[in-house]
C-alpha cells in the first residue's frame, strides 16, 4: 500500500511577471500579468458570470452566459427598481478521486444586481434559459416611449 502525500504547494514568484526579459519565447510579462490578474490566478476568485446588456425601441434585453448551470439554479428578482441575478454554478467532480494539476474553470454562487432605468416596466420582466444562456426582458413603459407627431401642413 502506498502512502498518500499531501500535494505540495505551488510556488509563486510575484516579481517574476515583471522581468520583461526573462523569456523572449512568450508574450511579454506585463500583459501575461494583467491577463492573470483578471482571471484570478493565484487566488480564488469570485465567479461573475459576464453579462451583454442592450436596448431595443420596446425594452432592454439582459444576456448572461452560465455555461454549467442548470435553470434550477438560477433565480431572477425585481424589488425597488433593482433587478437580480443569483445562481450557482456547481462542480460535477468528486474532490477526493483527483489530482488536479491545473484549473481555469470556475464554481461557485454568483449575485449581479443592475439597476433598472426609469422607463423600465419592472412588474413586466421576462426571463428565459436557453442551452446556458439567461436572457431577461425588460419591457419599457407606454408612457415614456417617445410619441411620433406627424406634422400637417
Known sequence: MTEKRPPVPAR???????????????????????????RGVGAPARWLPPVDIAETDEGYVITVELPGTKKEDVSVECHENVLTIKG????????????????????????????????A?????????????????????????????DIKS
Open 12 to 38: 509563486i514568484d510575484p516579481f517574476a511577471d515583471f522581468d520583461l526579459f526573462q523569456d523572449w519565447g512568450r508574450p511579454l510579462g506585463i500583459s501575461r500579468l494583467m491577463r492573470d490578474a483578471l
Open 121 to 149: 416596466t419592472a412588474d413586466r420582466v421576462k426571463a428565459s434559459f436557453r442551452d446556458g444562456v439567461l436572457s431577461v426582458e425588460i419591457p419599457k413603459s407606454e408612457r415614456r416611449k417617445p410619441k411620433v407627431v
Open 88 to 119: 450557482e454554478k456547481r462542480s460535477e467532480r468528486k474532490e477526493e478521486d483527483e489530482h488536479r494539476h491545473y484549473v481555469e474553470r470556475s464554481y461557485g454562487s454568483f449575485s449581479r444586481a443592475f439597476s433598472l432605468p426609469g422607463d
